[in-house]
């Protein structure tokens, strides 16, 4: 097909009409988790109420764990529960703010996680009485960084 400038006008024309798509594309998370876990039903109504659209697959803890290593969560960063939004991990607590930054400066890495399961992170318990956690990123490479640091409430 040839490309003639009325084509390439219609075609750049109709980019602000997509933009909307992929921004609601990334605000869905497909959520992993046992579905016997409180805490990680406690992170899906934090991703809710930050308007984040989510899925949620139950699986059992076995293939969760396998799951997560087939995914390059390293096992020193692994905890309950794991996400997936515009094409990166989401292991454990991590807040919906975070996860905003995330996808909108969208690092060359796998993902974000909290490791462990930190009182006071998103559904662990309230904000208020919040023990102090670090957001760590995670690379392909197998090298991380602290993404965020929350103080103790």
């Not at 890495?109 to 930190?118: E, F, Q, R, S, Y």
Request: aromatic residues 6%; negative net charge.
């Amino acid at each position: 097909m040839l490309l003639t400038r009325r084509h390439l006008l219609l075609a750049c024309a109709s980019l602000p009409l997509a933009t909307p798509v992929l921004a609601q594309a990334d605000r869905h998370i497909q959520v992993l988790k046992d579905p016997n876990c409180e805490c990680c039903t406690g992170w899906v109504e934090h991703l809710q109420a930050s308007g984040f659209e989510v899925t949620v697959e139950e699986i059992h803890a076995g293939l969760l764990a396998v799951r997560k290593g087939e995914l390059g969560v390293p096992i020193n960063l692994q905890s309950c529960h794991t996400g997936q939004a515009g094409g990166y991990v989401l292991e454990g607590h991590v807040p919906a703010a975070d996860i905003g930054r995330l996808l909108s400066e969208r690092p060359d890495a796998l993902g974000l996680a909290v490791p462990g399961m930190p009182y006071g992170s998103p559904g662990m318990g309230p904000e208020t009485e919040r023990d102090a956690y670090e957001v760590i990123l995670f690379r392909r490479d197998g090298t991380t960084e602290v993404w965020t640091s929350y103080e103790a409430a």
